[in-house]
């Protein structure tokens, strides 16, 4: 391996007071580009970025991703006003750059396809261009007047989520492997001819056929069709068939192709806290460094210290103290993956750079920080299953979902269906409990934050009783046990405080499907292994789509605000 690249976008995101922050990327709205105060920010930025540079390179890292190429590539098409906004956000960039460069560190930003203003619409309709030709035109053009910039990072999977307001938002473009395909043989000779790499990432949200690229190795080996001897392209794949979850195996394309690869990992963990509280992942990604030992031309990792997530939380890794277990994950991963070092091993390293007193009761927290967050925040038993629906892989995580705790009547019916050990669930919440409680003490002994243990006891407390309102009959106790741990949650940790909580969303009222059809309902839709069933191709992957289109239009009180506003909204797995 010889590339190691970090995200370094936590800078551009100092003083953003937005109650729910986007952290997907850059936001570009919230980068001031008049008067005194734009100079004290960007002045902020670069000396941010310099702090966070110098410590990526302790660590071993030799390359960074930024945000993105669409806000700094240029080109006569656009409106003149975008054109004098793209001209100052380069002058800004090229300081920035400055910075990152003086470190010794590669520069790689990135980009989404598709993002244009509607005078790059009207062009492309009355000179009946393609988008693939003006996209080779905008990257040449990028590519020359910024030499510095070693590659672009392609997400062709995903868009801007529906929150985005920006001068440019992007929207899902390529939707059929074959296009993907053409769309790779027209990019890499740009690449080519500047000697630069083109990251090309296989994740999706599983819209339209191209949905299930991450996984399914008719649409991977398509893709990749007459590209694999390019010199210019980059594969990458997150580790599993999903988003940065656990229970997840190593996805087997990283043994399927010869095309140089990097693998996607996440040390501040979206769905597992966002660095508030220890989410270590050190075994889970050593075992998976040693199973990628045997992957054939693996030239590398990118590590997501700070992207991923629609929450609240805002800890800046490799910035503030405060990002202690963010920087943590950070510093083992990338020993584990360049050094072939024991998590034993960089734990104590870690420990020793940071002068803490104790090294072995760190190590003996993190293990137990690993059993809580795999017993407690997901459900074990649902957790190992393997689901598909539709184009994607169903997540192992069910009732939290970024900084949302669900518990209603119908995550109940669901894990009753899935679940069989119900007492086991309820055993591993208990101890679960009795680990946090030691936690506390070997936090204390080894200096790391115990108030972060205590938020997190506190936020398992709720997950814990949720337990026993999943798995036990129902009665009006647990209802207003719940309730009372609620209210103490929201008392103890107050909107607008120093610390963001979770969101606790109750709703006991019955689900008004009874619990044999809904049986019957999730065999029909979900199913336990890769390939496509008779009933996906006619049911869920084509009948199912019409009828979604006419409850979200006739009925759409329906599908919950939070499905409809979320990220790019639930309507996507449906295309």
């Not at 997901?378 to 689901?387: I, S, T």
């Not at 044999?516 to 009933?535: D, E, H």
């Amino acid at each position: 391996m010889h590339l190691f690249l970090i995200d370094a976008i936590g800078p551009f995101f100092r003083g953003d007071e937005r109650r729910t922050i986007n952290w997907s990327k850059i936001s570009f709205s919230h980068l001031k580009m008049e008067g005194g105060e734009s100079a004290v920010q960007w002045g902020q930025i670069r000396k941010d970025l310099d702090t966070f540079c110098a410590k990526a390179v302790d660590m071993g890292f030799n390359a960074v991703s930024l945000d993105d190429v669409t806000h700094l590539a240029d080109h006569t098409w656009y409106e003149l006003d975008m054109r004098a906004r793209i001209a100052k956000w380069r002058a800004e960039f090229r300081k920035c750059f400055e910075v990152v460069r003086g470190h010794g560190l590669q520069i790689y930003l990135t980009m989404d396809v598709f993002s244009a203003t509607p005078s790059v619409r009207e062009q492309l309709v009355r000179l009946r261009r393609s988008i693939e030709d003006f996209l080779s035109e905008l990257l040449d053009g990028f590519l020359t007047d910024f030499p510095e910039v070693s590659g672009v990072i392609l997400r062709i999977g995903e868009s801007d989520g529906r929150d985005v307001v920006d001068d440019f938002r992007s929207e899902l473009y390529l939707k059929h492997p074959r296009q993907v395909n053409r769309f790779l043989k027209t990019l890499l000779p740009v690449f080519e001819k500047h000697s630069r790499k083109l990251i090309f990432r296989t994740w999706t949200v599983g819209a339209y056929r191209i949905g299930d690229l991450m996984w399914h190795r008719g649409t991977f080996t398509s893709v990749l069709k007459g590209v694999e001897d390019s010199e210019a392209l980059i594969v990458s794949m997150k580790y599993g068939e999903s988003d940065f979850f656990r229970y997840l195996p190593l996805n087997k394309n990283f043994f399927r192709t010869r095309v140089a690869k990097i693998i996607e990992l996440q040390t501040r963990r979206e769905y597992e806290g966002c660095g508030e509280y220890p989410s270590f992942t050190g075994w889970e990604y050593e075992r998976y460094a040693r199973e990628l030992e045997q992957a054939e031309n693996m030239v590398g990792l990118m590590v997501w210290c700070q992207t991923g997530g629609w929450v609240p939380f805002r800890r800046l890794a490799l910035l503030e103290d405060s990002a202690v277990w963010t920087d943590l994950n950070t510093f083992v991963t990338i020993r584990v993956f360049q050094k072939q070092q024991l998590v034993e091993e960089a734990v104590r390293e870690f420990a020793e750079m940071k002068g803490l007193p104790n090294w072995r009761s760190l190590l003996e927290l993190l293990r137990f920080s690993d059993d809580v967050i795999r017993e407690l925040l997901y459900v074990e038993e649902f957790a190992r299953q393997k689901l598909f629906f539709r184009r994607v892989r169903i997540p192992p995580m069910l009732q939290v979902y970024w900084n949302n705790i669900f518990i209603s009547h119908s995550v109940k019916k669901v894990l009753m269906y899935f679940v069989q050990d119900k007492e086991g669930c309820l055993r591993a919440a208990t101890l679960s409990l009795q680990k946090l409680d030691q936690m506390r003490e070997l936090a204390v002994e080894c200096g790391m934050p115990v108030e972060d243990i205590e938020y997190m006891r506190d936020t398992f407390g709720i997950l814990a009783l949720a337990r026993e309102y999943y798995f036990r009959t129902f009665d009006a106790e647990i209802e207003q046990r719940l309730r009372t741990a609620k209210k103490a949650y929201k008392a103890k940790y107050p909107k607008g405080g120093p610390r963001s909580r979770y969101r606790v969303k109750m709703h006991f009222e019955p689900f008004w499907l009874k619990a044999r059809y809904l049986g019957w309902a999730l065999k029909i839709l979900m199913r336990r292994r890769r390939g496509y069933r008779v009933v996906d191709r006619i049911v869920t992957l084509h009948a199912l789509s019409m009828i979604f289109r006419v409850i979200s239009k006739r009925r759409p009180h329906w599908i919950p605000a939070f499905a409809k506003e979320s990220a790019m909204g639930v309507d996507t797995v449906f295309r």
